[in-house]
């Protein structure tokens, strides 16, 4: 079992920068790979970028290119995402999601492959 925590949330204006952290507790989180989601009221979760149990392998939803980092520090149990020029369109509540737990698990762009997940953190954006 793996509880996550995301924080780091809040308001921001277009253009400016959030970083957010999930933060694992139970077993040992480096055998994990962690995705962020997100999703807005009537839509359905939205990958936004994933990340390998070593931080080796990342991907990336092409809408947060070049804008939006995934990484991880192990010896902290967090990953993080670190957002910039942030837009409207990225208002969203942000979740982190974990998978694995045995052998070298990849990162993954849907959301079934997740088998545990954080309660959430708004994030919005004013124009």
């Known amino acids: 079992q793996v509880q996550l925590v995301e924080s780091g949330g809040g308001l921001v204006q277009a253009g400016g920068s959030l970083r957010l952290s999930c933060t694992a507790s139970g077993r040992t989180f480096s055998r994990y790979a962690v995705g962020w989601f997100r999703q807005t009221p009537g839509k359905e979760r939205e990958f936004v970028a994933a990340?390998?149990?070593?931080?080796?392998?990342?991907l990336h939803a092409d809408s947060v290119k070049g804008r939006f980092t995934i990484s991880r520090d192990n010896a902290k149990n967090t990953v993080y995402l670190q957002m910039n020029s942030l837009e409207p369109g990225d208002t969203a509540v942000y979740y982190c999601a974990a998978r694995g737990g045995s052998g070298n698990p990849g990162p993954r762009a849907t959301s079934v492959d997740y088998d545990y997940w954080g309660q959430g953190t708004q994030v919005t954006v004013s124009s």
């Open positions: 990340i390998s149990w070593s931080g080796a392998y990342t």
